[in-house]
């Protein structure tokens, strides 16, 4: 894996822009998607955000309702007091890695979704979201039943190289992912509502280190970002944009998994759900769901006969490529998984500018660089292991 790297140059990449809208208050991922798609992202912040003219584009108009003018001019009085190339190096400094809508480090499937980020952040390695996903999802407030029940799935589907995806919340979620790491299988996949230097929940902590030091952890929010409860229900929708088959292995009637579930749904995802005591409280939404047509998950082999797997579990292989050679290699592990200039790169490398450059362009000729606007960046498709 390439670890992010820490920007040292005075102007930051485009990116640092988007990062910087993505601080202001009221900006949902609908919003921020639609200054994104504004243009040039240096651009929108000058002539919208800090002018306090947000509200005359159309695109960003429709999306802060009637509320437009008084959230325009409230982003900018926030927009004045952030620097973008500060914000920019303190992600890069914690090793957060960034990819903004259309940077090609996104993982397609979410660079693809029906709502997708306008930002992502993440800490770990982006690349583990190939092969199978199941996302594993529940009440916080579950029963031993319920907690078993997704320790085991959570643990059987990664012994056997399916990656489980969950919110990282209490009860059902970190059981889930709990037993995922307890079988050393396939890397763990977290989502979670908040930056990525704030834990939440904070009984988490070590479920978090471990998740991001074996899988990967993603996050739509900048630092120093805390718990909405708005922000884990637009989180959900990651969750079963990630998935190929999602499981709600306990929920109350009108539990936040439903949420989820409907997410699932919107995205054609195959819904299953766990049968419960009939006069459990925290069955009575998997229950229901299974009595309006969802799959009855038992057991593991339950779920990978819906992901089609009952005979060929292990994780599908990678993508081919051409390896880079030992000089490639050595640029690629420079050049980590932020936009760097080829000024940046010499530096870092400590190569010869003939060298840095044949490199590169060996590199973007076997897919695994991609050079715009006088940066550089790796590319991380699905399916590509470095």
Same mark, same amino acid.
């Given at each position: 894996?390439?670890?992010?790297?820490?920007?040292?140059?005075?102007?930051?990449?485009?990116?640092? @822009?988007?990062?910087?809208?993505?601080?202001?208050?009221?900006?949902?991922?609908?919003?921020?998607?639609?200054?994104?798609?504004?243009?040039?992202?240096?651009?929108? @912040?000058?002539?919208?955000?800090?002018?306090?003219?947000?509200?005359?584009?159309?695109?960003?108009?429709?999306?802060?309702?009637?509320? &437009?003018?008084?959230?325009?001019?409230? @982003?900018?009085?926030?927009?004045?007091?952030?620097?973008?190339?500060?914000?920019?190096?303190?992600?890069?400094?914690?090793?957060?890695?960034?990819?903004?809508?259309?940077?090609?480090?996104?993982?397609?499937?979410?660079?693809?979704?029906?709502?997708?980020?306008?930002?992502?952040?993440?800490?770990?390695?982006?690349?583990?979201?190939?092969? %199978?996903?199941?996302?594993?999802?529940?009440?916080?407030?579950?029963?031993?039943? /319920?907690?078993?029940?997704?320790?085991?799935?959570?643990?059987?589907?990664?012994?056997?190289?399916?990656?489980?995806?969950? $919110?990282?919340?209490?009860?059902?979620?970190?059981? &889930?992912?709990? /037993?995922?790491?307890?079988?050393?299988?396939?890397? %763990?996949?977290?989502?979670?509502?908040?930056?990525?230097?704030?834990?939440?929940?904070?009984?988490?902590?070590?479920?978090?280190?471990?998740?991001?030091?074996? /899988?990967?952890?993603?996050?739509?929010?900048?630092?120093?970002?805390?718990?909405?409860?708005?922000?884990?229900?637009?989180?959900?929708?990651?969750?079963?944009?990630?998935?190929?088959?999602?499981?709600?292995?306990?929920?109350?009637?009108?539990?936040?998994?439903?949420?989820?579930?409907?997410?699932?749904?919107?995205?054609?995802?195959?819904?299953?759900?766990?049968? $419960?005591?009939?006069?459990?409280?925290?069955?009575?939404?998997?229950?229901?769901?299974?009595?309006? /047509?969802?799959?009855?998950?038992?057991?593991?082999?339950?779920?990978?006969?819906?992901?089609?797997?009952?005979?060929?579990?292990?994780?599908?292989?990678?993508?081919?490529?051409?390896?880079?050679?030992?000089?490639?290699?050595?640029?690629?592990?420079?050049?980590?998984?932020?936009?760097?200039?080829?000024?940046?790169?010499?530096?870092?490398?400590?190569?010869?500018?003939?060298?840095?450059?044949?490199?590169?362009?060996?590199?973007?000729?076997?897919?695994?660089?991609?050079?715009?606007?006088?940066?550089?960046?790796?590319?991380?498709?699905?399916?590509?292991?470095?």
């Amino acid at each position: 894996m390439a670890e992010p790297t820490t920007v040292t140059d005075s102007r930051p990449p485009p990116d640092a @822009w988007v990062v910087a809208m993505a601080t202001l208050p009221h900006m949902g991922p609908g919003r921020l998607r639609a200054a994104v798609r504004l243009g040039e992202p240096e651009l929108t @912040w000058t002539r919208d955000v800090v002018s306090g003219r947000a509200h005359r584009q159309p695109a960003l108009q429709k999306k802060l309702g009637k509320n &437009a003018r008084a959230i325009a001019e409230q @982003w900018a009085q926030v927009a004045a007091r952030v620097d973008p190339a500060t914000l920019w190096r303190a992600h890069a400094d914690a090793g957060i890695g960034i990819a903004t809508l259309g940077n090609p480090a996104m993982p397609a499937v979410l660079a693809g979704d029906l709502a997708p980020p306008g930002v992502l952040f993440w800490l770990g390695d982006p690349d583990v979201v190939v092969g %199978p996903r199941v996302g594993i999802v529940g009440t916080r407030d579950c029963t031993r039943y /319920g907690r078993d029940i997704a320790f085991e799935l959570g643990r059987d589907l990664a012994a056997v190289g399916v990656s489980v995806v969950s $919110g990282l919340a209490l009860g059902i979620d970190g059981a &889930a992912h709990a /037993g995922a790491l307890a079988a050393e299988g396939a890397p %763990p996949i977290g989502v979670v509502g908040t930056g990525l230097d704030t834990v939440y929940p904070r009984q988490h902590r070590r479920l978090w280190q471990q998740v991001v030091e074996r /899988g990967v952890l993603f996050s739509e929010y900048p630092l120093r970002t805390g718990a909405e409860p708005w922000h884990f229900t637009s989180r959900n929708r990651l969750i079963a944009a990630l998935a190929d088959v999602l499981v709600v292995v306990e929920s109350h009637a009108a539990g936040g998994s439903m949420h989820t579930v409907d997410d699932a749904e919107r995205r054609q995802r195959p819904v299953m759900a766990v049968p $419960g005591p009939v006069r459990s409280p925290a069955s009575a939404g998997t229950n229901k769901l299974l009595s309006e /047509g969802a799959i009855v998950a038992r057991d593991v082999l339950d779920v990978l006969v819906e992901l089609g797997l009952k005979d060929r579990p292990p994780r599908a292989a990678a993508e081919a490529r051409p390896p880079p050679n030992a000089a490639g290699q050595h640029v690629l592990e420079a050049l980590g998984w932020q936009p760097a200039t080829f000024e940046q790169l010499v530096m870092r490398s400590g190569r010869s500018l003939a060298e840095v450059s044949a490199s590169l362009e060996q590199l973007q000729r076997d897919g695994w660089v991609d050079g715009r606007g006088g940066w550089y960046e790796r590319v991380a498709k699905a399916g590509a292991r470095s």
